[in-house]
């Protein structure tokens, strides 16, 4: 099960990052369609497409609005995508065909289905599992656990993370923890402010929930090079801690 880093930056894109957006090309799932959305066209291989959506701000949607391109791309590929399905909460859902793809803004709506979940879990034609559950940041949104074949993955972002924090016992034991980490230490108030995360309670919920390893994404897009988390105190507390960059691939 391999793992694309499609877009790991937060609010905005910058010169070396595009806004969230992971990818198991051959599961056919994406979670989160910030503006890396795009780069999906390069991965396909299957002809059917899910994307999970943690929840409705911009920099986790905006790349819905590519997808023309990536339907109708002016150079086919092997594998030409027939359907997309959305899947995400019901009242963020709604609120994004609603508002972002309102005649005004967006004049065609682009040929996907827009699936509210229901329950906790989904089986995917893939053999996949996915499960989602709530997570603490202004408006509501979801983190998700992905399982197959006896690999698991578990996707945390924008929240501020907390050893106590309630979502940690829905990602106990999982292969790979992709959490967001916005704020290096010392931004507390701000992360709390904004339901972000700063650099060592993400360490400390990797340790705790025991999972093999961690890699790092929402960064911020205003970090210059040297700066954000410290790295070395992170892989103090849990030493399988590493930065995703985009067009970072890794094996689950």
Same mark, same amino acid.
Request: hydrophobic letters at 40%.
């Given at each position: 099960?391999?793992?694309?880093?499609?877009?790991?930056?937060?609010?905005?894109?910058?010169?070396?990052?595009?806004?969230?957006?992971?990818?198991?090309?051959?599961?056919?799932?994406?979670?989160?369609?910030?503006?890396?959305?795009?780069?999906?066209?390069?991965?396909?291989?299957?002809?059917?497409?899910?994307?999970?959506?943690?929840?409705?701000?911009?920099?986790?949607?905006?790349?819905?609005?590519?997808?023309? $391109?990536?339907?109708?791309?002016?150079?086919?590929?092997?594998?030409?995508?027939?359907?997309?399905?959305?899947?995400?909460?019901?009242?963020?859902?709604?609120?994004?065909?609603?508002?972002?793809?309102?005649?005004?803004?967006?004049?065609?709506?682009?040929?996907?289905?827009?699936?509210?979940?229901?329950?906790?879990?989904?089986?995917?034609?893939?053999?996949?599992?996915?499960?989602?559950?709530?997570?603490?940041?202004?408006?509501?949104?979801?983190?998700?656990?992905?399982?197959?074949?006896?690999?698991?993955?578990?996707?945390?972002?924008?929240?501020?993370?907390?050893?106590?924090?309630?979502?940690? $016992?829905?990602?106990?034991?999982?292969?790979?923890?992709?959490?967001?980490?916005?704020?290096?230490?010392?931004?507390?108030?701000?992360?709390?402010?904004?339901?972000?995360?700063?650099?060592?309670?993400?360490?400390?919920?990797?340790?705790?929930?025991?999972?093999?390893?961690?890699?790092?994404?929402?960064?911020?897009?205003?970090?210059?090079?040297?700066?954000?988390?410290?790295?070395?105190?992170?892989?103090?507390?849990?030493?399988?801690?590493?930065?995703?960059?985009?067009?970072?691939?890794?094996?689950?």
């Amino acid at each position: 099960m391999r793992l694309h880093f499609l877009g790991t930056a937060g609010y905005h894109p910058n010169e070396t990052r595009h806004t969230s957006c992971v990818m198991l090309p051959e599961l056919g799932i994406l979670i989160d369609a910030g503006t890396g959305f795009f780069r999906a066209r390069e991965h396909v291989e299957l002809p059917t497409l899910d994307v999970f959506l943690t929840h409705a701000h911009l920099d986790h949607t905006i790349g819905l609005t590519f997808l023309f $391109d990536l339907l109708q791309r002016r150079d086919p590929p092997a594998v030409s995508v027939r359907q997309v399905t959305v899947h995400g909460d019901a009242e963020k859902l709604a609120a994004i065909e609603r508002h972002l793809f309102s005649p005004l803004l967006f004049p065609i709506k682009p040929p996907c289905d827009f699936r509210p979940l229901v329950g906790r879990t989904k089986e995917m034609k893939s053999g996949a599992e996915v499960r989602w559950f709530p997570l603490d940041h202004p408006g509501g949104s979801l983190g998700y656990r992905i399982e197959h074949q006896g690999k698991s993955l578990a996707y945390v972002t924008d929240t501020t993370a907390s050893p106590g924090a309630d979502y940690v $016992d829905a990602i106990r034991d999982v292969d790979v923890l992709v959490h967001e980490c916005y704020f290096a230490d010392g931004r507390e108030d701000r992360a709390l402010l904004t339901g972000h995360s700063c650099a060592t309670p993400v360490a400390e919920v990797a340790r705790i929930c025991g999972a093999r390893r961690l890699y790092l994404v929402h960064h911020d897009p205003q970090e210059a090079e040297g700066e954000g988390p410290d790295l070395e105190a992170m892989r103090r507390i849990f030493p399988e801690t590493y930065p995703a960059n985009d067009g970072d691939v890794i094996e689950i």
